[in-house]
T-cell receptor, first 111, second 113 residues
Framework: GQNIDQPTEMTATEGAIVQINCTYQ??????LFWYQQHAGEAPTFLSY????GLEEKGRFSSFLSRSKGYSYLLLKELQMKDSASYLCAVLGRSNDYKLSFGAGTTVTVRA | NAGVMQNPRHLVRRRGQEARLRCSPMKGHSHVYWYRQLPEEGLKFMVY????????ESGMPKERFSAEFPKEGPSILRIQQVVRGDSAAYFC???????????FGDGTRLSIL
């Protein structure tokens, strides 16, 4: 089975940095995705890691360590609009197209 | 560039009625996935389809639920004889191939009275 853990909630101040951790135990591994989901809206794709290391995309970066079953999403220069739920999702075996999602981390950005 | 289109956005049904949820994938995407999201829970995979074929329905309840993706037209998720426990947000996603990022629609929020 798949087990994906991430914190339930985080709060940070506008302009600050927040790091959302995700640990996973899955049957095989074929990539890890981060999505952003505002309340009542669609999950929006943010990043994809399949190899170890850091992927940077503007204010958002994502890191992966396959040996540790660990990823994080780093949000820099936080803005109020970054208040949302952040979903960690894993693709399992190489022929497993099913995304397994964590329950999501709700990030609240305060002025 | 239209994204994944789902309709209706909100659907209210009484217990015992049928619910039909529609999903049109992004242009050029032939892989469609359905997920269910219960309050305070993560998205759970239900079914994966390609045109005219169900590839994997392992996440779908054995009874009352069915899905199709016909040659022409949108993918349909059908729930017969709905019960209160079916109340959830149902999301559709699509991708060009099966290991590329999946792009999600805005979901259908199903409420059962």
């Amino acid at each position: 089975g798949q087990n994906i853990d991430q914190p339930t909630e985080m709060t940070a101040t506008e302009g600050a940095i927040v790091q959302i951790n995700c640990t996973y135990q899955t049957s095989g591994f074929n990539g890890l995705f981060w999505y952003q989901q505002h309340a009542g809206e669609a999950p929006t794709f943010l990043s994809y890691n399949v190899l170890d290391g850091l992927e940077e995309k503007g204010r958002f970066s994502s890191f992966l360590s396959r040996s540790k079953g660990y990823s994080y999403l780093l949000l820099k220069e936080l803005q109020m609009k970054d208040s949302a739920s952040y979903l960690c999702a894993v693709l399992g075996r190489s022929n497993d197209y099913k995304l397994s999602f964590g329950a999501g981390t709700t990030v609240t950005v305060r002025a | 560039n239209a994204g994944v289109m789902q309709n209706p956005r909100h659907l209210v049904r009484r217990r015992g009625q049928e619910a039909r949820l529609r999903c049109s994938p992004m242009k050029g995407h032939s892989h469609v996935y359905w997920y269910r999201q219960l309050p305070e829970e993560g998205l759970k995979f239900m079914v994966y389809l390609q045109k005219e074929n169900i590839i994997d329905e392992s996440g779908m309840p054995k009874e009352r639920f069915s899905a199709e993706f016909p040659k022409e037209g949108p993918s349909i998720l059908r729930i017969q004889q709905v019960v209160r426990g079916d109340s959830a947000a149902y999301f559709c996603a699509s991708s060009p191939t099966d290991n590329q990022p999946q792009h999600f629609g805005d979901g259908t929020r199903l409420s059962i009275l």
